[in-house]
């Protein structure tokens, strides 16, 4: 095929099978790893007391409570007093700060066209829960996508509180 | 003579508008501690994030005020035993979701909108508050931008009149 010796190109062929192989099955071991309560990588939007607005950090759900580490700030939530969890998934804008600096300093309206190829889809996960004196709380969680009901999944599994979430109803099909 | 009763006549007329404004302004109620309850949905389907993110932004609005020496969340029941503690409810009225990228492709069309009424109860149960308010992100900025702004005008508003 390249002018190679044929055992070259059969190994080569091997070789980058192999690797294929490694790569499609990448995103499934993100997924297990968020199953397992291995530290995953979240935004704290709010509503954590000792972590700041908009904190970028590692979630970690242990057997008794959900752990949020931002640099030095620490918080954790005991999975018995969480009320409520919803998931949900919203398309936001990547690049963070550079993006919107690049956005507004691109001529001709670069910009706009920029923001379509910035656009990302993220998960939603919002916690209520209450803290010893009876106080309400909210949390809201941005996770990577498709990671919101796995997390959701697993603190229901360690004795979260949660509502039934109603499954997607299928599209009717259009009467002829 | 004449020209000092003109003068009189002009210092009553440039006085008067400030006697009355003093006299209109109602006398501001000082209250050591809120509580800051649950955002009341009603009728209208607003996510859920939406809501408790106008609670918790309410929150560290109403606290960066320093208006008031204890803010309490809702259910907290260290609130129990204040005697002037005021009470904060708040109700969505309407909810329109935009979204980001329209607002930053079109710049008119895309805008998020929260209506809200916003009612500060004494303890005997006088409404000393109702008002109603609105938050929006119209241009740059992600959805739950329209809670910090909706919580920026109540905290606002709780700290002219109150």
């Known amino acids: ?176 | 003579m004449i020209r000092r009763s003109w003068l009189v006549a002009w210092a009553v007329l440039l006085v008067s508008p400030g006697y009355a404004e003093e006299q209109s302004a109602p006398a501001k109620l000082s209250a050591s501690a809120i509580q800051i309850e649950q955002v009341d949905a009603g009728d209208v389907l607003i996510p859920m994030e939406f809501r408790v993110a106008i609670y918790e932004s309410l929150l560290d609005r109403v606290r960066q005020t320093s208006k008031f020496k204890q803010v309490f969340r809702s259910g907290d029941r260290q609130a129990d035993g204040v005697q002037d503690l005021l009470t904060l409810k708040t109700k969505i009225e309407g909810f329109q979701e935009g979204s980001q990228t329209k607002r930053e492709v079109t710049t008119v069309t895309g805008a998020t909108k929260v209506d809200v009424s916003a009612t500060v109860v004494a303890r005997d149960g006088r409404v000393l508050l109702d008002q109603h308010l609105t938050g929006r992100v119209r241009f740059f900025g992600e959805n739950l931008g329209a809670t910090h702004d909706l919580a920026k005008r109540i905290a606002k508003l709780l700290n002219e009149k109150l």
């Open chain 1, 1 to 176: 095929m390249l002018g190679l010796n044929p055992e070259l190109e059969v190994s080569m062929s091997r070789s980058s099978i192999f690797v294929l192989s490694i790569l499609s099955c990448a995103p499934l071991l993100a997924q297990e790893a968020a199953l397992k309560g291995m530290p995953l990588k979240v935004r704290c939007l709010m509503g954590l007391e000792t972590v700041k607005r908009n904190a970028q950090g590692m979630l970690t759900l242990q057997e008794e409570a959900m752990e949020f580490t931002a640099g030095q700030a620490k918080a954790r939530v005991p999975v018995k007093s969480i009320d409520d969890i919803f998931s949900g998934a919203e398309m936001t804008q990547s690049g963070g700060t550079v993006g919107v600096i690049t956005k507004v300093a691109l001529p001709y309206g670069g910009g706009r066209a920029l923001s379509l190829l910035l656009r990302s889809k993220i998960d939603i996960l919002t916690l209520t829960y209450r803290d010893d004196n009876g106080g309400f709380h909210g949390v809201i969680l941005t996770l990577p996508k498709g990671q919101g009901a796995q997390v959701r999944a697993q603190l229901v599994a360690g004795g979260a509180h949660a509502h039934v979430e109603e499954a997607p109803q299928p599209q009717q099909e259009k009467k002829q």
